[in-house]
């Protein structure tokens, strides 16, 4: 028979003697035996396991995957020009901007500006006014909106050049 036992106290720091729990019925006086020791063994085997659960957690944020689309212009730049090409971001992130290609002399340099857009002009944010072939200039974006790439001459023609741009954004 097993015998359950508790632990009186008055203050959290006097703990009293343990003492033997009795329970009386019908003026007959027997040990409080009620629960067979296989339901106390269950009890305890659950109270472990229910010690290993490491209770809710906290969720895990999502990184959202960012789109980007890839845009290919072409024209063709006289002396004094300049050709700008509007472009809507659909999200925050980073727009890049690639002179791939010039001709017919690829050593002349000519200027770069990315900016946002209006719907009548570009306003300049940041700008390459000695872009070479295969310069790159890069911009963030901080949420949806128009942009622009302006190409233009700084003054470095004397006759008419063929570009190539590259842009790429979200």
């Keep these: 028979m097993s015998e359950i036992y508790l632990n ?3 203050n959290n720091d006097n ?29 305890l085997v659950t109270s472990v396991a229910a ?11 999502e990184v959202p995957v960012v789109e980007t689309v890839t845009s290919t212009y072409t024209g063709i730049l006289s002396r004094n020009g300049a050709i700008t090409f509007p472009f809507r971001v659909e999200s925050a992130g980073t727009a890049t901007a690639s002179l791939t290609e010039v001709g017919p002399d690829n050593t002349i340099a000519i200027g770069l500006t990315m900016g946002t857009w209006n719907g009548l002009q570009c306003a ?7 872009a070479l072939e295969n310069a790159t200039i890069t911009g963030s974006a901080g949420s949806a909106g128009s942009l622009c790439l302006r190409v233009h001459d700084v003054g470095r023609l004397s006759t008419p050049i063929t570009f190539s741009i590259r842009i790429i954004h979200p």
Excluded: K
């Excluded at 944010?125 to 000695?130: A, F, G, K, Q, Y």
């Design 8 to 10: 009186l106290s008055t």
């Design 15 to 43: 703990v009293e003697r343990p003492t033997e729990a009795r329970l009386h019925l019908g003026g007959m006086r027997s040990r409080l035996s009620l629960f067979p020791r296989t339901f106390l063994a269950l009890a």
């Design 124 to 130: 300049a944010v940041i700008s390459n006014d000695n």
């Design 51 to 61: 010690c290993d659960d490491p209770g809710p957690t906290a969720p895990i944020p």
